[in-house]
């Protein structure tokens, strides 16, 4: 007698007058390869993605686009706005996804998880601590 095992992959997406509808992820980071793989993550979980390097041309993006999510480094080097300033700014627009501070360090004095913050992630982290902060 033998086995046969098989499954099966069923995928939920949203259609728009005839249109696939993924979900958007912006993501913000002054380093290359964090953007990058934090894009790859995203993509691998069925996600549309825009990156920026600075916390001003991404408020820009998200002014034009509807993002489902936001991942932001708190330490934007180099722009006028670190990751902190951004997510305020952010939180000032009227139709704003919920976002995640990735930090390199310790914790910042007065950030909180609250009702824009949705999650922080410490960096090095692993895929399943990456998929556990994404909104449900």
């Not at 006028?80 to 990735?102: C, K, W």
């Not at 922080?120 to 902060?133: G, I």
Request: with cysteine; hydrophobic share 40%; net charge negative.
């Amino acid at each position: 007698m033998s086995l046969t095992f098989f499954s099966v992959h069923l995928e939920c997406r949203w259609f728009v007058g005839g249109e696939l509808m993924r979900k958007k992820a912006l993501i913000v980071d002054d380093e290359r390869y964090i953007r990058d793989l934090v894009g790859d993550l995203m993509q691998t979980l069925d996600y549309d993605t825009e990156t920026f390097s600075n916390a001003e041309d991404a408020l820009r993006s998200v002014q034009e686009t509807a993002f489902d999510v936001v991942f932001t480094d708190y330490d934007l080097g180099g722009g006028r706005m670190n990751g902190l300033t951004f997510a305020r700014r952010l939180a000032e627009q009227s139709d704003h996804p919920p976002y995640v501070i990735l930090m390199s360090g310790g914790e910042v004095p007065g950030l909180e998880i609250g009702q824009d913050i949705a999650a922080f992630l410490q960096k090095p982290f692993t895929f399943a601590e990456f998929k556990s902060v994404l909104p449900r």
